[in-house]
């Protein structure tokens, strides 16, 4: 199955990890292993980007973005339908490496690149519609206008959770806007990045337009601190840890730079007393083990009414068991490994903590006896006090939480570091708009009566506090890769100044 699905997306003759306008032959980095998390063997073994790679790629890159910026944005989208559609015919073998590569069942992996597919669908259209205003001046016979132009060329660095959905969330924009980009995947991840690469390489070969999306599968402590110490890419988005984050945001302001950061996500479901159970349940599940838990909006909080708090604990406990656990890409299977030894171990320490921080393990949490890094979604009995239940621990653990009044449930949703996704399951309107409020969710995602997992491309994601601020994706996101200019236009024969202010010149220069 893998030797055929490696032929068809042709990758059985490319080890390289770095591709400017064209691959390179022989990188200078480390040779990587990706692993098959649900086995634990290898797929394959890849060469990384060297520093000296790093800087071939980035220097190509900025050539290729002086003639993009020049090409008409409509012109630009063309090149991104062609890559949606090329996206399209190899959805399903795409959608089969991603699950190989990290562990994520059948759906979900195709669901990834129909993502990919969703995000060059509207830049397509956004292409033609990179709007600026009109503005009143407040001088006579002026105008006042803004207008935005290619930013230049964009460093992303993805995680592996979502190996090539967000690479399209910024790529996508990215291109419409005038820009090149340099791609730096997760090391767990880089032959999904490099089927991609091979993808978009035909797209870019056909149009003249080589050189406009790149490359450099590399470590953080090389190519990763190249790119962002870089002077030459005014823009760095970069999706991972609020640690991860927090090193990227301050090297790149030091610089002056943009950053746009996704990074850690501790989110929260309330369960009111007037909620559909049956909806809330379902929403919780998946929020809770999708992607075995390894989601930046997975579910880790469950604020449940105090009426209904042993209800649902029961139910969840029934739905935990019933889950199939297995190999991702069989049919049924629901949930799949975690992404390696490290992540099982830190599942491990995190329920340790639980418990000596007065938690009670309600259910699972133990390591299943097979091949692979699999373990048993775990459902923990907590208090809002808990350090704990303020960390992100990127794994199936669901702390469940009781409440009294809506305000104190708000309030135990908003008191941990990160500000990503949040739900709210009720049938009362007041409890709903309440929660939308400026007095409720502190989240940039807000949800009623679903869960916290599963955005549409159309609304711009991203979160607030330790999550970053940052937004990419659909509404008005691709401001962000584009800087814009204000322009004022005298068509007169006078020289009026703003707000009143008089300077005669008449005398000075005669």
């Known amino acids: 199955m893998f030797d055929d699905l490696l032929e068809r997306l042709g990758l059985a003759s490319v080890n390289s990890g770095a591709c400017d306008a064209g691959w390179i032959e022989r990188p200078g980095g480390e040779v990587i292993r990706s692993v098959n998390p649900a086995t634990g063997e290898s797929l394959a073994e890849v060469v990384m980007a060297s520093v000296d790679d790093y800087q071939r790629i980035v220097e190509r890159s900025c050539e290729a973005f002086v003639k993009w910026r020049q090409v008409p944005a409509p012109k630009r989208g063309e090149v991104v339908r062609q890559l949606g559609v090329a996206l399209r015919e190899r959805k399903r073998d795409l959608g089969l490496l991603v699950t190989l590569e990290t562990g994520k069942i059948r759906s979900e992996g195709e669901g990834e690149v129909q993502e990919m597919i969703d995000m060059c669908d509207f830049a397509v259209g956004l292409s033609r519609q990179l709007h600026g205003l009109t503005i009143a001046s407040e001088r006579p016979l002026h105008r006042m206008m803004e207008q935005w132009h290619p930013l230049g060329p964009v460093g992303i660095i993805t995680a592996f959770n979502f190996p090539v959905a967000v690479w399209a969330w910024n ?9 090149s980009m340099i791609w730096k995947p997760s090391p767990e991840t880089p032959l999904t990045a490099i089927a991609v690469q091979k993808i978009v390489n035909e797209v870019a070969d056909a149009n003249d337009c080589a050189g406009v999306f790149s490359l450099a599968v590399g470590g953080a402590n090389d190519v990763g601190e190249s790119l962002i110490q870089d ?28 950053s746009l950061l996704e990074l850690g996500g501790n989110n929260a479901i309330i369960v009111t007393p007037s909620a559909d159970l049956e909806l809330a349940l379902r929403g919780t599940l998946f929020a809770a083990v999708g992607t075995a838990g390894q989601r930046c909006t997975t579910v880790r909080r469950l604020i449940v009414h105090e009426s209904l708090i042993e209800t649902v604990i029961e139910r969840l ?9 297995g190999n991702p890409w069989d049919d049924g299977v629901l949930m799949g490994p975690l992404i390696n030894e490290r992540a099982v171990e830190t599942m491990r320490q995190a329920l340790e903590s639980a418990v000596a921080q007065g938690g009670t393990v309600l ?34 653990i669901l702390y469940v939480l009781s ?83 204000t322009c004022t236009v005298n068509r007169g024969s006078d020289l009026p100044l703003a707000q009143g202010v008089k300077f005669d010149t008449e005398h000075s220069m005669t």
């Open 363 to 396: 259910y699972g949490g133990k390591r299943l006896p097979r091949p692979g890094f699999f373990v048993e979604p775990a459902l923990v009995r907590a208090e809002p006090g808990m350090p704990i239940v303020g960390e992100e621990t990127f794994a199936p």
């Open 231 to 258: 002077p030459r890419l005014p823009l760095i988005s970069a999706t991972g840890s609020c640690r991860m984050g927090a090193r990227v945001a301050e090297v790149v302001a030091r610089r002056m730079g943009r």
């Open 171 to 179: 790529a996508a924009l990215a291109a419409v806007c005038g820009d």
């Open 403 to 485: 409440y009294s009044t809506l305000d104190e449930a708000i309030s135990i949703q908003n008191s941990v570091a990160q500000g990503l996704t949040s739900a709210i399951f009720t049938n009362d309107l007041r409890e709903s708009e309440q929660f939308l409020s400026v007095e409720g969710s502190d989240c940039g995602i807000a949800n009623v009566n679903i869960g916290t997992s599963g955005a549409e491309i159309g609304g711009a994601f991203g979160g607030e506090k330790a999550t970053g601020g940052g937004r990419e994706a659909g509404s008005d996101a691709w401001k962000t890769y584009m800087r814009r200019q």
């Open 317 to 325: 406990k029934r739905s935990f068991a019933s889950l199939r656990i």
